[in-house]
């Protein structure tokens, strides 16, 4: 999990196995970021389990 689009470019490597949930949303406090993270978790674990490798929380 990163806030840094740097961790997006290595998870695109070829070869590499890497997931990542990047996170896209601007300084929040913790309250907003743990409620869209709640909010979120269904599609976020979906998304992984079908096999994405990149999953935004926007």
């Not at 949303?25 to 976020?44: D, K, M, T």
Request: a positive charge.
């Amino acid at each position: 999990m990163s806030k840094d689009e740097d961790f997006v470019y290595l998870a695109n490597r070829s070869g590499d196995q890497g997931r990542v949930i990047w996170v896209r949303l601007g300084n929040c406090r913790r309250a907003v970021l743990v409620n869209a993270f709640e909010r979120a978790l269904p599609a976020i674990e979906g998304a992984l389990a079908s096999g994405q490798r990149i999953v935004e929380l926007i």
